[in-house]
């Protein structure tokens, strides 16, 4: 899996005090924190980027750009971002019943990434009856 990779743009003044040092956290769950997998980025003001590496596919990961000072943390915006699942090795579609479907990896197991398109949908407010149609 590739690292994925990001750039923030930091300009923060934390109660009238410049920047001391600036960084990144991230986490699966929304607004993070500096409690949340803190990337040490640099100091001074400016641009930064980080690497992170170890990344699941399948997971959306929020992150923030913060800075700490003598005057205490300021946050950035949160956004996010995600690493798409990958097609099933050796088998990215299958042919079923004319229709081709993608599949998608999910750990060990392949998956279809849509439901089967076949049959005509039974409406629930109709009497449900042999009607010698596939469904």
Request: aromatic share 10%; with cysteine.
């Amino acid at each position: 899996m590739k690292p994925s990779r990001f750039l923030t743009l930091l300009t923060a003044l934390i109660a009238g005090v410049f920047i001391v040092t600036f960084n990144s956290c991230y986490n699966i769950s929304s607004n993070p924190s500096i409690d949340d997998d803190p990337i040490q980025s640099g100091s001074g003001t400016g641009t930064f980027d980080c690497t992170l590496t170890g990344l699941n596919q399948g997971l959306e990961y929020f992150y923030k750009a913060y800075a700490i000072n003598s005057a205490g943390v300021g946050y950035g915006e949160q956004k996010t971002f995600g690493i798409p699942l990958g097609p099933c090795p050796g088998m990215p579609t299958i042919n079923y019943d004319g229709q081709v479907y993608h599949t998608v990896q999910i750990g060990n197991q392949c998956w279809l990434k849509q439901n089967l398109n076949i049959g005509k949908m039974i409406l629930v407010d109709q009497d449900q009856k042999d009607n010698g149609q596939k469904d």
